[in-house]
């Protein structure tokens, strides 16, 4: 599965930014998916999760500001980020678990500054 990241940018804090991440292949059947960010000099972490199934998860940071979704038709990944703030800066990785491997997309960077 290759995956391609994309949607980040420069923002002042409380806007909006929607990222996606298009999938090479139908993410129906990818059981988990989701996003990490990596800010500078810190260690990468886990943002949200979606599964096939249907259910989603969030870290306690970005819960009622960030909501993930799936577009199986244009198998695409998406993450709606309302809200933002300067700690919000970071890059923002997709990435997918299939078969026992995961996948990563290649990372776009979200600036949140006035």
């Known amino acids: 599965v290759q995956l391609q990241a994309s949607g980040g940018g420069l923002v002042q804090p409380g806007k909006s930014l929607r990222l996606s991440c298009a999938a090479s292949?139908?993410?129906?059947?990818?059981?988990?998916m989701g996003w990490y960010r990596q800010a500078p000099g810190k260690q990468r972490e886990s943002v949200a999760t979606s599964t096939s199934g249907g259910t989603n998860a969030y870290v306690d940071f970005v819960t009622g500001r960030f909501t993930i979704s799936r577009d199986n038709a244009k198998n695409t990944l998406y993450l709606q980020m309302d809200s933002l703030k300067p700690e919000d800066t970071a890059v923002y990785y997709c990435f997918a678990l299939q078969s026992s491997k995961i996948y990563w997309g290649q990372g776009t960077q979200v600036t949140v500054s006035s």
């Open positions: 292949e139908s993410i129906s059947s990818i059981n988990f």
